[in-house]
């Protein structure tokens, strides 16, 4: 299995190196908005899921070919689901001075070991989208055993201990959490937690459920004002044309690995492509099941599941 994927741009961390710390898709959410899929496995506690040895060999060989801004614990599930996460962060200072960053959905650090295990990354960024219970519940669909209060104050704690930069994510959703009552509650609530940042972000993606519905850009920029100088929009909303473009790409290289097995190689040569970003969307369509791979000869190859 391999751990490490791309480095991909990142609006919010630059070039980032990905590592995957948990299998499709295992998550204490299952969000409306999320690209990768239905939740298959949803739970709260935590796991050896990917062996920490060979997630550093492979992230060692992998630093050895490129030099990315951020290394980000992300991925297929909720990585501080990862048992020995705390481990994974102080193997990867061993190798590298580059930044880590933790993508989390901020769902597991009322529990006081969480909190303590992620102590060592330079970046967490967690998400918070609604303050009220149904709201969260609507939207999330989390765990029957998180409560929002708990999740609230998880936070709050973290803020008292945690060195680093907090970055604290908004998915704001058409008719869900876009209204007055929301984003005044929201604003109270994350005036107490007091992130580095707040960072806006809509649906961009094709989401795993067609009732999370995205705000267009001068809402975004409406809400930014409200919540002040702190906050800023991370959603990359692409022209129509681009979006049109991104998946005709996607659909060519569906069309292809129907036919026969094929290289990320031979997608980066065929399209004229930088590698990293081919890797980054294989990645991608692995992730929702739509390719899977094999080893033959030596060289990975990529093929369709049906």
Not at 61 to 87: A, C, F, N
Not at 96 to 119: M, Y
Not at 281 to 302: A, D, F, V
Request: net charge negative.
């Amino acid at each position: 299995m391999s751990y490490i994927f791309g480095p991909v741009p990142s609006r919010r961390l630059g070039l980032s190196l990905g590592v995957d710390l948990i299998p499709v898709k295992i998550c204490s959410y299952d969000c409306l908005y999320c690209q990768v899929g239905r939740t298959t496995e949803k739970r709260v506690d935590v796991e050896p899921f990917a062996p920490s040895e060979d997630v550093l060999e492979e992230l060692k060989e992998r630093l050895e070919k490129v030099t990315p801004d951020t290394i980000t614990l992300s991925g297929s599930g909720e990585p501080t689901l990862h048992t020995d996460i705390d481990r994974v962060i102080a193997g990867i200072k061993k190798l590298t001075d580059i930044r880590i960053a933790i993508l989390t959905n901020g769902s597991l650090f009322w529990k006081e070991d969480i909190r303590n295990k992620v102590l060592g990354a330079h970046i967490i960024a967690p998400t918070l989208s609604s303050v009220f219970e149904e709201t969260y519940r609507a939207i999330h669909r989390p765990h029957p055993d998180l409560k929002l209060a708990l999740i609230i104050e998880g936070l709050k704690q973290l803020r008292k201990i945690y060195k680093g930069q907090i970055l604290l994510e908004i998915v704001l959703l058409a008719g869900f959490n876009d209204n007055e009552k929301e984003l005044e509650g929201l604003k109270k609530v994350i005036a107490q937690i007091s992130p580095d940042k707040i960072q806006l972000n809509t649906v961009v993606r094709p989401p795993v459920d067609s009732r999370a519905v995205s705000l267009d850009r001068q809402r975004l920029e409406d809400i930014q004002e409200f919540f002040g100088g702190e906050a800023e929009i991370i959603a990359d909303i692409p022209p129509s044309q681009r979006r049109q473009a991104f998946d005709s790409l996607v659909k060519t290289i569906l069309d292809t690995a129907r036919r026969r097995p094929m290289r990320a190689l031979d997608v980066a040569n065929a399209m004229d492509m930088p590698m990293e970003e081919v890797e980054g969307i294989i990645k991608g369509l692995m992730i929702k099941g739509e390719l899977c791979k094999e080893e033959h000869g030596g060289e990975i190859y990529y093929k369709t599941l049906v």
